[in-house]
């Protein structure tokens, strides 16, 4: 038998072990009923000595997606940074806050009200010229371009995506049946009636006008670079299946007149110059406060949002 642990080593004395068991007697157990406290996320972050707790960061890092949780509160931190600025800002100057109904019918919280008014009273920006909108449109003519329409007719094969071998019997099924429409292309409504499984097969697969965003990405991308009369010689692959796809007529975008997006124009430049002299005043009255815990006027991005 083999003795794993002596209680008393050989020779010592009864005093000896006595003194051992003794030396023990001060241990604690420690108490695990009480979990350890979970160390900060963020330092402390505060504004002009108010703090700003982490159960307020945590909350409103809901609001702010990023790539990573890290990210997300510190884009959290510095929103409530900045609205605490606003709001001592609002105090200072003793703002009377007015409530107003929103656009979904709530009203205004107090805070809201005075970040408000207090926006409203401190930044100015003054209305877009004609002559700025003028020179805006002049430098970004491809954006006021009406969209094009295209009138296709179309011919589904359909497959789950899920079936391997269902979507390699449908492709050899498009692919034949393709062959055999650029060769008779007057063919084209019959076989759509015949054999395509979008309910477009009851006008010989004729889908009436499409612009932009009324069809798969892939579908899309394919009108774009055909001529009109034009049939896929090989059918195109989406999600639902496969596409046999015939452009009956394609109109073309045309050039806007500038006293048709004259008003968009204004309403544009006038929101990004809103959106700097935001930014400004919210930069100036982080210079002069005392911020701690986080580098807001150091921080990428625009400071309002």
């Known amino acids: 038998m083999v003795t794993l642990f002596n209680n008393t080593d050989k020779g010592s004395t009864a005093s000896e072990v006595s003194g051992k068991k003794d030396s023990y007697s001060t241990y604690q157990e420690p108490d695990t009923r009480i979990p350890p406290k979970a160390r900060p996320v963020l330092d402390a972050v505060s504004v002009n000595g108010v703090e700003i707790v982490e159960s307020e960061i945590l909350a409103e890092a809901q609001?702010?997606?990023?790539?990573?949780?890290?990210?997300?509160?510190?884009?959290?931190?510095?929103a409530l940074v900045v609205r605490e600025l606003l709001l001592q800002r609002a105090v200072e100057l003793n703002l009377s806050p007015v409530r107003e109904e929103t656009a979904d019918g709530r009203h205004e919280t107090d805070e809201d009200v005075a970040i408000r008014i207090l926006i409203e009273r401190e930044v100015t920006v003054p209305s877009a010229t004609a002559e700025e909108c003028l020179r805006f449109y002049e430098n970004n003519r491809a954006k006021f371009r009406s969209e094009p329409i295209f009138e296709a007719s179309h011919i589904l094969i359909a497959a789950d995506p899920a079936d391997q071998r269902a979507r390699d019997a449908a492709r050899n099924d498009a692919e034949r049946l393709a062959a055999v429409l650029v060769e008779h292309p007057s063919e084209f409504a019959t076989m759509a009636r015949t054999h395509s499984a979008c309910p477009s097969a009851a006008q010989g697969g004729n889908l009436g006008q499409l612009s932009r965003g009324s069809t798969v990405a892939e579908f899309e991308r394919t009108l774009?670079?055909?001529?009109?009369?034009?049939?896929?010689?090989?059918?195109?692959?989406?999600?639902?299946?496969?596409?046999?796809?015939?452009?009956?007529?394609?109109?073309?975008?045309?050039?806007?007149?500038?006293?048709?997006?004259?008003?968009?124009?204004?309403?544009?430049?006038?929101?990004?110059?809103?959106?700097?002299?935001?930014?400004?005043?919210?930069?100036?009255?982080?210079?002069?406060?005392?911020?701690?815990?986080?580098?807001?006027?150091?921080?990428?991005?625009?400071?309002?949002?």
């Open 63 to 78: 609001n702010h997606p990023a790539e990573n949780p890290g990210e997300a509160l510190l884009a959290a931190a510095r």
């Open 224 to 305: 774009t670079r055909m001529d009109e009369g034009q049939i896929t010689p090989v059918p195109v692959e989406s999600r639902f299946g496969f596409h046999i796809i015939r452009l009956e007529r394609r109109i073309d975008g045309e050039q806007l007149p500038f006293n048709f997006v004259e008003a968009r124009i204004a309403g544009w430049l006038e929101a990004s110059a809103w959106s700097k002299a935001v930014s400004q005043f919210i930069a100036i009255l982080a210079a002069d406060a005392m911020i701690t815990g986080i580098d807001v006027l150091g921080a990428d991005g625009p400071l309002m949002q």
